[in-house]
T-cell receptor
Framework: EPEVTQTPSHQVTQMGQEVILRCVPI?????FYWYRQILGQKVEFLVS????????KSEIFDDQFSVERPDGSNFTLKIRSTKLEDSAMYFC???????????FGQGTRLTVV | LAKTTQPISMDSYEGQEVNITCSHN???????ITWYQQFPSQGPRFIIQ???TKVTNEVASLFIPADRKSSTLSLPRVSLSDTAVYYC??????????FGKGTRLHILP
């Protein structure tokens, strides 16, 4: 079964550092998403990406965040200057058409110290 | 996006059928009803989607009454491994996926 893969599974970074979270979506999918989940809280939408541009973003996705699809397979989330409150699980997801069925990766646990 | 309301938590026993109901009074004509499951420390996983009446797959059934203002996810003969958070989502197929707080289902031996 095809799957979304995320690397690394766990990243620890110092406050103020830049981090890049990587995702390989399912190969024929067209829609890509990033979500985050702070421990014990709900899954929060960050951004959706389609046709090589951001299609929608939430209030959380401020200037410190950016996404990129540098080649035909990877989809990355960059946080420019991490804050303690950025500590969370970050999930990448992809789908072949809107909300039909999105496939989520296993997540990257980001810990900012 | 239609607002959804579902129980915060439910307990059941192994071997029982579990029904989780979701209310979505403001569902729009183009909206679909989708359920996701999330195990601890894992990403959400699509379970089932429907528009009206009944949908069944190898994991669950989804019952949607004629007015579509609610839906019920039915899990047959649950096991301990079905302990998870279950999310009900309502939206157009072009909408982004927005999760609520979900229903925390705890299966007891």
């Amino acid at each position: 079964e095809p799957e979304v893969t995320q690397t690394p599974s766990h990243q620890v970074t110092q406050m103020g550092q830049e981090v890049i979270l990587r995702c390989v979506p399912i190969s024929n999918h067209l829609y890509f998403y990033w979500y985050r989940q702070i421990l014990g809280q709900k899954v929060e939408f960050l951004v959706s990406f389609y046709n090589n541009e951001i299609s929608e973003k939430s209030e959380i996705f401020d200037d410190q965040f950016s996404v990129e699809r540098p080649d035909g397979s990877n989809f990355t989330l960059k946080i420019r200057s991490t804050k303690l409150e950025d500590s969370a699980m970050y999930f990448c997801a992809s789908s072949d058409g809107g909300e039909v069925e999105a496939f989520f990766g296993q997540g990257t646990r980001l810990t900012v110290v | 996006l239609a607002k959804t309301t579902q129980p915060i938590s439910m307990d059941s026993y192994e071997g029982q059928e579990v029904n989780i109901t979701c209310s979505h009074n403001n569902i729009a004509t183009n909206d679909y009803i989708t359920w996701y499951q999330q195990f601890p420390s894992q990403g959400p996983r699509f379970i089932i989607q429907g528009y009206k009446t009944k949908v069944t797959n190898e994991v669950a059934s989804l019952f949607i009454p004629a007015d579509r203002k609610s839906s019920t996810l039915s899990l047959p003969r649950v096991s301990l491994s079905d302990t998870a958070v279950y999310y009900c989502l309502v939206g157009d197929r072009d909408d982004k996926i927005i999760f609520g707080k979900g229903t925390r289902l705890h299966i007891l031996p």
